[in-house]
């Protein structure tokens, strides 16, 4: 019985620790953003991870390049969307392919 209490004392000891220096706020609040998250994130620890502060210190040239690509992404987008509409609009001033061969 003595033995159950000294380790039931060392588990509150530490509960105790973790409370007072905010550990245990920080993990709650971090597990409520993820379970809160509409879409779950495919790996969890990442995301724990993330939201810790827990990631390797970035190069800022990585930062630039994700900015980089971010944009590109973008301008992409608006391309593709540009490239949908030349093409109907071509549609309606050239007759279909097979008519052209007809010819």
Do not use: C, W
């Amino acid at each position: 019985m003595a033995h159950y209490k000294a380790a039931d004392s060392k588990r509150e000891q530490f509960r105790r620790y973790l409370e007072k220096s905010g550990v245990l706020d920080t993990l709650t609040k971090v597990l409520v953003a993820l379970y809160e998250e509409p879409e779950k994130p495919n790996s969890a620890l990442d995301f724990l991870k993330h939201h810790l502060g827990a990631t390797t210190p970035e190069n800022p040239e990585i930062e630039l390049l994700r900015l980089e690509l971010a944009e590109m992404k973008e301008k992409y987008e608006a391309i593709v969307e540009e490239n949908k509409k030349l093409k109907a609009k071509l549609v309606q001033y050239e007759p279909p392919q097979e008519e052209k061969r007809a010819e």
